[in-house]
Each structure stands twice: as C-alpha cells, then as structure tokens.
C-alpha cells in the first residue's frame, strides 16, 4: 500500500493534484489487490488448486475427518473385478467403526459385519449363525487366528496396534504431521498447465469450471504413498492389503502397478471451489472424483488394472453413522485352537440346518 501511495504521490505532486485525489487512488488501489487476490489471479495453479481444495473440503465436512476425531461418518465401496464383486460399508464415529461386507464370485456369496471398539474387534457372518466371534487386541493372543495371520505375512502386534489406532481418538501424531508436509510438498512440486474448461454437476447445476492438469511421476506417486501412510498410520496398508486380496491381488502388486502407469491428475475449480477430480492414464480415465455438499466425497472407478484384470467400482462419503451392537452368543477367537474353531463353526452350520 505504501509502495502505491508513495508512487501516486510522486505523480500526484508533478500533476499538482490534491492530497483526497492520492488517498483516494491509494484505497481503490488496495482494494483492487484485494478483490484480485481473493480471486486467486495472484496465486499459482498449485496453491489455487489447494486453497480450492481447503475450501471444499472445508465447507462439505470432509476436513472434519482428519481433524476432529469426534466427527461420524459413512463410507461405502463398491468394487468390480471380472465375476468378482464386494461390497463394503464402513460406518465410523468417535468411539466405534462398523464394517458391513459382501462379496460375491461366481454365484456364490458371503458377507459379514465388524464391529471394533477401544476393547475388541466383534465379527458376525450369517452363514455361521448367531456367534460373535469376539478378538481382544489389548491382551496377549496365542490361538489359531494369531498363527493365521503370522501365515499370511502380519504380525500379531503389528495387527493389534492397527486396531488400536483405527479406533483411537489422540490427536494428530508428529508422524501424521510429516505426512502431511510430503504431502503438500509433492504436490506443489507438480508441474500444472491449464486445461480446457469442463461442464460440471455441482449441486443440481451445470458449472463451467477451470481446469488444471498435472503429470504425477512414478517418484511422485511413490512419496504421496508414503505420505498418505504415514497420516493414516500402520492400519492403511493392512486395510488396503485386506480388500485387494478380496479381489485375487495384494497391495505389493497394487503398488507395482500403480508405479508403471504415466498418472495425470486434472482439478476443475467452480467458483474457487474443488467440483471435480479427473484421474486418468495414457489410454483412458482411470476415476473421478466429485465434490458436493450432498456428498462429501463420491469417486467412480471407471477401469482400474489389477494383474490384467479391470476393477470398476465407486465409493461415496457421507455425513453421519448408524452402528448397531451385534447380538449373539460370543466365543473368543484369539485364544482358541484349530480344533475349537472349526466345532464351533460345524455347530453354527449345523444348527442353520
């Protein structure tokens, strides 16, 4: 604002002009700058896309997830792999997460419900009748459940702990922290161009938005991995590890595949506002994600390549969550031998007969 007066009154004093003509000048001036700043014409195409991003992410609920551990939410998956089907409904408040599942192949079916709290993980699977089959991860488990999942490449405490802090309510670690500085960094490291404006649904209306389109390289994709791991903590790739394997993959193979394809990323902003989030290859658009307030985040999976198989899908967040406790006569699958489990599971199939 000074740089403005002193210039204006440089000139001011050379013209012979009054002082209210200066300070006039002077304020339209600041003005001016402000309007254009709040418009983002100063700001680069990264920093505009991420004040969009805050916005949305802001004014639709989204932020809350990540920074308020009380805020109840609802996630629902749908994903495709050739005769493969699953269904998955995550339903997540302060102190509980409930996981409903089916997954289908070939005609046949399955599903169950999860329900983890800050004392055990509860599992039900209609097919097995009314158990609960109930696993404490706060104590020392030695059954065959444990032997199972050391099999399978997890270790039991390493396990224990992801169950621990999907249901943990502690603030934002100094890892998570990092995680989020990766972040911010790879992105702003991205090289953007502008793209070709894009009609979008926003709300019910039609929106002509600006694009802006960025290459992700195979290093990028590689630090936004990690970072994302470390803001989600060591429960995000046993997840992710735990759904691909559902559809005949695994996350190493997942990673691998992701790491070969040449990504680009293009944000279209509606009145400074995130509308949506196109993601493709060099053959074709890989999803797209959408922004509303209906919604707070919906994603289809248009193709995605699994081992040369097409995985289509979509997932959709919305606001609130409605968890049920599950009824049922509890065994403890932490503690118990082979032999005890498949009793109780002949006896549950048994009594549905």
Known sequence: ???????????????????????????????????????????SKPNRVLRAAYKSCKENGLAEIFSDHTAEYTTDLELSVEETKLSVE??????????????????????????????????????LGDTVFVYDYRQENNGYFVQLLEENGIN????????????SDQDMTMDRKEGSRLLLSAFRGLSFETAEKKTVRVNG??????????????????????????????????????????????????????????????????RNRLAEVSVENTEHTIMNLYFAKKEMLSVDINAFSLEDKTCTGSVKLTRGADIEELGGER?????AS???????????LFRLN
């Not at 001011?12 to 254009?36: C, E, P, Q, W």
């Not at 995550?90 to 800050?118: P, R, Y």
């Not at 065994?331 to 503690?335: C, K, S, T």
Request: with cysteine; hydrophobic share 45%; glycine share 6%.
């Open 1 to 43: 604002m000074t740089d403005h007066m002193e210039t204006n009154n440089h000139t001011t004093r050379s013209a012979g002009k009054k002082m209210v003509v200066i300070l006039t000048a002077a304020v339209v001036i600041v003005a001016a700058a402000a309007i254009l700043f709040a418009s983002g014409i100063f700001l």
């Open 90 to 127: 995550i339903a997540s408040t302060e102190k509980k997460k409930e996981l409903t599942f089916s997954v289908g192949s070939h005609g046949i079916s399955t599903g169950g419900t999860a329900l983890l709290d800050d004392e055990n993980l509860k599992v039900k699977i209609p097919i």
């Open 156 to 167: 039991a405490d390493e396990w224990n702990r992801a169950l621990a802090e999907a249901v």
């Open 205 to 270: 209306k039609d929106r002509s938005c600006k694009g802006y389109r960025a290459a992700v390289t195979p290093e990028d994709i590689k630090v936004i991995l990690e970072a994302a791991e470390q803001i989600q903590g060591e429960g995000y790739r046993i997840w992710l590890d735990r759904i691909l394997k559902v559809m005949g993959s695994d996350y190493e193979t997942f990673l691998r595949e992701l790491m070969r394809q040449e990504i680009y990323m293009t944000f279209y902003l509606d």
């Open 331 to 335: 065994f403890d699958i932490g503690n």
């Open 338 to 348: 082979k032999e005890e489990l498949l009793k109780v599971a002949y006896t549950s």
